[in-house]
């Protein structure tokens, strides 16, 4: 049989294997319209999603973080009163699922990042969520949230580490979430502009792909650096500068025109911090400055808050206004609620200070503890417009004081592998350096805004969340692999930042 003569007959094969498929999704089309059960035709979709999660997971986790700036809110599209992203949740939980019984199959993870202290952390923070769930004040709706946290961990964190080895991988992992927010905030951004740029408009012109414009604003924070540094990478073709100067420069205005206040301070903040670590400061003495200053500020503190109490500078249209309307304690009523919902989760903490009131429950208890002094004119008893507002308060109230110290840890040991894997690559490839540096600064931005809110229950903030941290273990680990200590790092002794050996 000659070449040609197999070809047209795998081609024949080919045609009579699609065939079949053809007219049973046709067949199954026509009786989804006849019957009117319209999810029926998404059966064919879901054999394929299944098929993909057991033959290639690697593809559809992929496709999965390329869908996460896009997906929408059931409970906001006002559809099954759900809150439940779409596509992202379901594909997560089905990938949790797999991922469970690889290990009951025993399966394990790598070894090295199975004894990563990030990996460590995360496993500490998994047993105490498990232990505060069987004590929670609504059982069920704990289960949920750490059914949730879950998913999110092992599909952005555990998941994908394995496939962000190298620095081209990492960079690919980022622009499958880049490019479509690029396409978010191109629609917020021409919407926002119908209204002429108000920003009571600038709260809600991101719907449906973001609740509000704070956790908009906290997501674009988080890849402000990363861009920035894909940006500054010597030696790409002309046409790969422009459109990553193009993407720097959309998600900068977005970032304005978002007219969140705390992710303009987390971006200004996390900009000092790279600077020192440019400067050679290391860590342990910038610890000992932020002690200096907190003995400080517990001395001033009385005094600080007169001088607080006198800015009457509300949230304006003018950026400049606005800015100034951070630090106003006395009239603005967003910066206000913060306060009251603080104040709340301290009361709650005081009465259950060791396993808290259960994770995901502050909302449904928070109302009795609020003090009139404190309340506000967007007060509610409703467990609406947000939560408790930090992701250090929140689990202090939900899990206790365990609770609040693994994020704390989880901070810290963010922050020493920060450092560690910027000064480490500083030897062996600057720009590598810089890439683990952005990596850092754009978790950094988040910990940093965490102290004014919360999103890690969403997917749009818990995928870069998550996925950067899985970033900074692949690159701490390529150090670690080359069998250096933290205090010595030699260029031929660590892998290329592709992942081939250096030559000696």
């Known amino acids: 049989m000659s070449f040609l003569d197999s070809k047209i007959k795998g081609s024949k094969a080919s045609n009579s294997a699609v065939l079949p498929v053809v007219i049973g999704y046709a067949l199954l089309l026509g009786a989804a319209i006849a019957f009117q059960v319209y999810a029926l035709a998404a059966v064919p979709l879901i054999i394929g999603v299944v098929a993909l999660s057991l033959a290639r997971r690697d593809w559809l986790l992929l496709g999965l973080i390329a869908t996460v700036p896009l997906s929408m809110n059931l409970e906001e599209l006002k559809i099954g009163g759900v809150g439940f992203y779409l596509p992202t949740e379901p594909l997560l939980f089905g990938l949790l699922l797999l991922f469970l019984l690889d290990r009951i199959r025993g399966k394990r993870l790598d070894s090295d990042v199975e004894s990563h202290p990030i ?9 105490w969520l498990f232990i505060t769930t069987l004590t929670s004040s609504d059982l069920l709706v704990s289960f949920k949230f750490s059914v949730a946290r879950a998913w999110f961990v092992v599909g952005f964190f555990f998941l994908l580490t394995p496939l962000v080895q190298t620095t081209k991988k990492q960079q690919n992992v980022i622009l499958l979430y880049v490019v479509p927010l690029l396409l978010v905030i191109g629609y917020t951004v021409i919407r926002h502009a119908g209204y002429g740029f108000d920003k009571q408009a600038g709260h809600w012109v991101m719907d449906p792909f973001f609740k509000d414009h704070t956790s908009y604003g906290a997501v674009l924070a988080m890849f402000w650096f990363p861009v920035l540094a894909l940006l500054l990478k010597p030696n790409r073709p002309p046409l790969v500068k422009l459109g990553l100067a193009t993407a720097f420069s959309i998600l900068t205005l977005g970032l304005v025109l978002s007219f969140t206040r705390a992710a303009w301070v987390s971006v200004a903040a996390a ?7 440019m400067l050679g400061v290391r860590l342990r003495n910038l610890v000992a400055v932020a002690g200096v200053a907190l003995v400080t500020l517990v001395l001033v503190w009385d005094q600080l808050v007169i001088t607080l109490e006198r800015n009457d500078q509300d949230s304006s249209d003018n950026l400049t206004e606005h800015v100034e ?7 603005d009523a967003s910066n206000l609620e913060r306060i009251n919902r603080w104040s709340c989760a301290l009361s709650m903490w ?9 994770p995901g429950t502050y909302q449904f208890n928070y109302a009795p503890f609020q003090r009139s002094e404190h309340r506000t004119l967007i007060s509610t008893n409703n467990a609406d417009r947000g939560n ?8 202090l109230a939900e899990q206790g004081l365990p609770g609040c110290l693994i994020i704390l840890t989880l901070l810290w040991l ?10 480490a690559w500083r030897k062996v490839d600057r720009w590598t350096s810089l890439w683990a540096m952005s990596i850092y600064l754009g978790l950094l931005t988040y910990f940093i805004h965490g102290v004014l809110n919360n999103y890690l229950d969403t997917d749009k903030a818990s995928a870069p969340f998550w996925g950067f941290l899985a970033i900074l273990v692949a690159l701490d680990l390529n150090v670690r692999k080359s069998g250096s200590s933290t205090k010595r790092y030699h260029q031929q002794d660590l892998p290329s930042p592709d992942g081939a050996p250096n030559p000696r």
């Open 325 to 331: 309307s951070i630090s106003n304690v006395s009239s």
């Open 414 to 423: 963010t922050s020493t592998m920060g450092f560690r894997t910027y000064r």
């Open 388 to 395: 408790s507002h930090s992701e250090y308060l929140g689990p």
């Open 119 to 127: 990996t460590r952390c995360i496993q500490v923070m998994f047993i």
């Open 350 to 358: 005081s009465e259950k200070p060791v396993v808290g009131w259960g």
């Open 271 to 277: 900009a000092g911090i790279g600077a020192l670590m």
